[in-house]
T-cell receptor, first 114, second 115 residues
Framework: DAGVTQSPTHLIKTRGQQVTLRCSPK?????VSWYQQALGQGPQFIFQ???????QRGNFPDRFSGHQFPNYSSELNVNALLLGDSALYLC?????????????FGPGTRLTVT | AQSVTQPDIHITVSEGASLELRCNYS??????LFWYVQSPGQGLQLLLK??????LVQGIKGFEAEFKRSQSSFNLRKPCVHWSDAAEYFC?????????????FGQGTELSVKP
């Protein structure tokens, strides 16, 4: 049973560029959450998707957007990249409802903005 | 403000010794509580969770945690640490103020294990 997968593993972008990160949830899960983890910090919630809609959003600007597909996979898009966007981006999957808090994380995508 | 505090940034224990990692949260109601572990360059692995019921919960890899409502704490313990336990540990809370599936994480405690 495959767990949560993310691609790519690493990414280097230049300020002002746009980036798309991808996530496939654990088999049987229908909810995907995205987190940003800066170096030396705990993960910060970006948003959560269920039934192809953004269900909950953290304190991130509109430059951060997402999408969920009918197969429950998800993308995170970041526009107009800033140096401060350099971080590990984690995707987590879960089931809807109370179980949505029991989240299983992928290995992350390390984004470096130069 | 809602917060999760892990007071110890870095802890070093000897292999075979016991371990306790501290976690405190500041909410009015009892949230859902979690401990995750993160090895270098890896994602987060769920060690254990508390939703309700027995306040002492068992997790994977021999870890346990105790929820103490009066102290707003959810400390992680292990009686006998192995070298492979060296990693970053994160406490997280969810289910607060109907914020959907959002988890709020502490800043983490880095655990080093000396031979």
């Amino acid at each position: 049973d495959a767990g949560v997968t993310q691609s790519p593993t690493h990414l280097i972008k230049t300020r002002g560029q746009q980036v798309t990160l991808r996530c496939s949830p654990k088999s049987g899960h229908d909810t995907v959450s995205w987190y940003q983890q800066a170096l030396g910090q705990g993960p910060q919630f970006i948003f959560q998707y269920y039934e192809e809609e953004e269900r909950q959003r953290g304190n991130f600007p509109d430059r951060f957007s997402g999408h969920q597909f009918p197969n429950y996979s998800s993308e995170l898009n970041v526009n107009a990249l800033l140096l401060g966007d350099s971080a590990l981006y984690l995707c987590a999957s879960s089931l809807v409802g109370t179980a949505s808090y029991e989240q299983y994380f992928g290995p992350g995508t390390r984004l470096t903005v130069t | 403000a809602q917060s999760v505090t892990q007071p110890d940034i870095h802890i070093t224990v000897s292999e075979g010794a016991s371990l306790e990692l501290r976690c405190n949260y500041s909410y009015g109601a009892t949230p859902y509580l979690f401990w995750y572990v993160q090895s270098p360059g890896q994602g987060l692995q769920l060690l254990l969770k508390y939703f309700s019921g027995d306040t002492l919960v068992q997790g994977i890899k021999g870890f346990e945690a105790e929820f103490k409502r009066s102290q707003s704490s959810f400390n992680l313990r292990k009686p006998c640490v192995h070298w492979s336990d060296a990693a970053e540990y994160f406490c997280a809370v969810g289910g607060v103020y109907n914020q959907g599936g959002k988890l709020i994480f502490g800043q983490g405690t880095e655990l080093s294990v000396k031979p």
